[in-house]
């Protein structure tokens, strides 16, 4: 079974809408709900693709002065800054899904090698199904 992890603050209430056609397509998605937690679950598993929200809340322990926490935590993932990771992780098995639409954040996230973009007012559930199932295509 491909495992994911999700990284959104919303992905236990008003998302979870999303995470369905995952399960049934067969993946175990852990949501974490804050930069704290998400740093836990990185350092407890491994994970065959990650999905990250930008706007996301810091928890106890991870500490940053930028506004878009998930884009943060991102850069740190990206460039080994969080120890005792895991793995390695392949930027193209990683997706954006968020609200934010902003040229100079996408700019950021594509020069991080972030290829998956998606906005939070999909017309299908399924997109982001299929938009992983694109991912875990990419080679590791």
Known sequence: MRKI???EDEGKIELIQYKTPLVRGGYSVDIASNATEAVQFL???EYDA????LIIPCGDEFETEEYYVGLELLRRLIKNEIKDVRKKYNPARIMVFTVINAPDVEEEIRELGVKTILGK???ELSDLKNCVDELLKEKE
């Open 43 to 45: 350092r407890e598993k």
């Open 5 to 7: 992890l999700w990284i």
């Open 50 to 53: 990650l999905i990250f929200d």
């Open 121 to 123: 007012r999909l017309n």
